[in-house]
């Protein structure tokens, strides 16, 4: 499966963004889906992630309460909706398929990877 991120941009701290991932290739629904970021200098972290059906999710304490991922199977895409946005969450956001069927954060459970979108937070 080949994915697109899309929805990046710069924002002020505690601004909103959706980022978006849309899938192309094989069947979209098989797949668990994740968010990863990786800021300047640092290691790529999990921020999220979604099962194949979107009844199960995950997320990393540091974005716990604050983002919210979603997947519409019908249009191929998962989502990322991010509120209250802090400086610290700038980095540029991954999205990532994997055939675990529950939510996974290890990197190594995915083996399709997006482009990034390079999200921003001013303070």
């Known amino acids: 499966v080949q994915l697109q991120a899309s929805g990046g941009g710069l924002m002020q701290a505690g601004g909103s963004l959706r980022l978006s991932c849309t899938a192309s290739?094989?069947?979209?629904?098989?797949?668990?889906l994740g968010w990863f970021r990786q800021a300047p200098g640092k290691e790529r972290d999990f921020v999220s992630a979604?099962?194949?059906?979107?009844?199960?999710?995950y997320y990393a304490d540091s974005v716990k309460g604050r983002f919210t991922i979603s997947r519409d199977n019908a249009k191929n895409t998962v989502y990322l909706q991010m509120n209250n946005l802090k400086p610290e969450d700038t980095a540029v956001y991954y999205c990532a398929a994997t055939t675990k069927y529950t939510p996974t954060s290890r990197s190594y459970d995915y083996y399709s990877w997006g482009q990034g979108t390079q999200v921003t937070v001013s303070s």
């Open positions: 290739g094989r069947i979209f629904s098989i797949y668990g």
């Open positions: 979604i099962s194949r059906s979107g009844d199960s999710t």
